[in-house]
């Protein structure tokens, strides 16, 4: 609208402007404007008047419309309040739908649990013919066991909270109890009176127990007197029947052990005579042969681990070395104990401590016997590696155990170690001081392994061996003790030679020995096998100069003497390298054979003998190079050629 004004406004000045111009009267002007403004007045009333009849028509039409509009704005008006009316409606019948679920859902509720109570409550005529009537072992029996169980429990809630609805069914519960308790009383009792019977197999009883062991929960849970007398009736028998087992048992396994024992005079270090040989393989002393030497010895802990144990009756001919006797006395021990462990937590419902106690009081006497056995014969044993072969599987069968999830031994397993490594350290430490009190001169001048060395070999590989899968720092630091003694005895067993050569000749004999033992039963990285792998390689560097001094000592005092002298100094060795070419050039074949001569007959093992020769005869090489190296042409031209040497050289190697 002001766009508009503002147009007219400069419309109307510019007629002004244009009137201004044209020097016109503005009085006539405004005339002539009225004029018009009363001619165009009087054209509209006329025309007004023409039209009155329609402008009343539509005046008429008007009113009729604000008419219709009123009736329509009554009756919508009316319309939202029936809505009104509706949506209140809708929302009291939504709470009174609500309520009625909830009222619903409450006495469906109760009506269950009603149902259920009067159910729990209600004792059927099935329930009191079967209890009183079918044997226990019958599974609808079984069944309403299970139902009175659960009814008991309720009256006892029942009575708990004063309930008299509990009145009406008590007395007939109780009689039902009394029924029930007397009948699996007397089945579960004469059950374990059947492990009483001789060459019974007590796992068929025990195995039925456990096809009803909610017999005992029943009893457990409303009777604990009668629950202890059962108990304590089963660990009375199953006590008197292990003991009784494992007390003749033993007995009849120490009838199978080696008839000659080994005593305090089979020491390592005592001396070996004709008369009695700790290596004699005769019938009388047969088991002598493994005092130091495992054999087959180790396989009881391996393949014999879970063998069948040794039946006494149909072996009576055989003898066992006791590791063996205790490797199936112990595992018939594991597989009685974990299985009864195993039974009475699943059967009696005890864990932790009740569990422990009560496997106690069934194993204990037997337990006892056996480590008063074992304490028995360990005071007077001088065997050392079946004392340490024991301890082994002691390790091995606590480990079994724990796998089957038994650790009821483990406190048997721990007086049983302590029993045996005192004696063990005891005889270890023996054999050591045997070694140290030995006198070198009471054993005769031989080059060959002596026996001893033989002795420790073996046995430190026993050792070794066994102990790889459980290494021990007391074994380990007791094995460093024996080698530093025998070390220090073959030192002295070497002093008894007067040549250096026969010294050298004996102590590679029994490294060698030593080292072979080693390496053929053990791992080739063991502390012990690493230590005489030095003191042989050293031995054996020594040795070689020793045997090539008599053949070469010239050339090789030459070469050592004279490989720091310049060429002048050479020059004026010439005649003395003349003499050595040609006293080697006339000898050097005789000198090999009688070399291969004195190494193969020095050394029994044919295998050290000629590696000792490739040795000396890499070293002779050696020398001869260097040699060569510092004559002068005139000297060298009148020297063997090398290859001819090495000709010869090859013919004494060996295809071994």
């Not at 009155?52 to 009316?78: F, P, R, V, W, Y």
């Not at 059967?347 to 016997?369: A, E, P």
């Amino acid at each position: 609208m002001s766009q508009i004004n503002n147009k007219e406004e400069v419309v109307g000045h510019e007629e002004i402007q244009e009137i201004l111009k044209l020097g016109t009267d503005l009085r006539e002007y405004s005339q002539e404007i009225e004029k018009e403004l009363v001619k165009v007045s009087n054209e509209s009333i006329s025309s007004y008047i023409k039209e009155s009849s329609n402008i009343a028509q539509l005046h008429n039409q008007i009113g009729s419309c604000d008419k219709i509009l009123e009736n329509m704005e009554n009756m919508l008006t009316n319309f939202q309040q029936v809505l009104n009316n509706i949506s209140s409606e809708i929302t009291i019948l939504q709470k009174k739908s609500v309520n009625m679920s909830v009222q619903l859902t409450n006495r469906q509720s109760v009506r269950a649990q009603l149902y259920q109570f009067v159910d729990d409550m209600a004792i059927p005529e099935e329930m009191i013919r079967c209890i009183m009537d079918c044997p226990v072992t019958d599974k609808d029996f079984l069944t309403h066991l299970n139902e009175l169980n659960h009814k008991l429990s309720l009256v006892k809630e029942l009575n708990f909270k004063e309930s008299k609805s509990a009145d009406d069914v008590g007395d007939i519960l109780e009689k039902l109890k009394i029924k029930s308790m007397s009948k699996l009383r007397n089945y579960l009792l004469d059950q374990i009176y059947k492990f009483r019977r001789p060459m019974t197999n007590y796992q068929v009883p025990q195995n039925a127990m456990l096809k009803h062991k909610f017999f005992f929960e029943f009893i457990l849970s409303n009777e604990r007197q009668v629950a202890q007398e059962i108990c304590t009736e089963y660990v009375d028998t199953m006590g008197k029947i292990y003991y009784s087992y494992f007390k003749s048992y033993s007995s009849r396994l120490a009838d199978l052990r080696y008839e000659e024992a080994v005593t305090k005079d089979d020491l390592m270090g005592i001396e070996d005579t004709a008369s009695k040989g700790l290596f004699t393989k005769s019938t009388s002393l047969k088991n002598k042969s493994t005092i130091f030497t495992i054999g087959n010895r180790g396989d009881i802990l391996t393949s014999q681990l879970e063998a069948p144990i040794i039946v006494p009756h149909t072996q009576q001919k055989i003898r066992f070395p006791f590791e063996a006797l205790f490797r199936s006395e112990q595992y018939a021990l594991v597989d009685n104990a974990c299985r009864e462990y195993l039974f009475i937590t699943e059967f009696y419902l005890v864990r932790g401590n009740q569990s422990q106690d009560l496997f106690n009081q069934i194993m204990g006497k037997t337990m006892s016997l056996m480590l008063k056995n074992i304490d028995t014969y360990v005071q007077d044993c001088y065997d050392t590696i079946a004392l340490f072969l024991c301890i082994q599987l002691i390790l091995r069968y606590q480990i079994m155990c724990h796998k089957r999830c038994v650790n009821a031994l483990d406190k048997y397993w721990d007086t049983l170690q302590s029993a045996i490594w005192p004696r063990f350290e005891f005889l270890f430490r023996l054999n050591i001081q045997s070694i140290r009190d030995c006198d070198p001169t009471k054993f005769s001048k031989e080059t060959g392994p002596h026996y001893i060395t033989r002795r420790y070999a073996e046995f430190s590989a026993a050792v070794v061996g066994i102990t790889e899968n459980f290494p021990n720092e007391t074994v380990s630091r007791l094995l460093l003790e024996l080698q530093n003694e025998v070390e220090c005895f073959m030192l002295r067993m070497a002093a008894i030679f007067p040549q250096r050569k026969e010294q050298l000749i004996y102590l590679i004999n029994n490294y060698d020995l030593i080292l072979g033992i080693l390496m053929e039963r053990t791992r080739d990285n063991t502390k012990e096998a690493e230590s005489f792998r030095e003191q042989l390689s050293a031995r054996s560097n020594e040795y070689v100069e020793e045997i090539l001094s008599p053949h070469m000592g010239g050339i090789i005092h030459f070469v050592k003497e004279c490989e720091k002298e310049s060429s002048e100094d050479l020059k004026r060795q010439e005649r003395r390298s003349l003499a050595l070419v040609t006293s080697f050039s006339s000898n050097w074949k005789k000198a090999i054979e009688d070399l291969n001569r004195e190494v193969l007959l020095s050394f029994p093992s044919l295998v050290t003998g000629q590696s000792l020769l490739q040795l000396a005869l890499a070293q002779l090489v050696q020398y001869y190079n260097r040699f060569h190296k510092l004559l002068t042409p005139t000297a060298r031209a009148q020297l063997v050629n090398i290859h001819v040497i090495m000709v010869e050289i090859k013919k004494y190697k060996s295809s071994y």
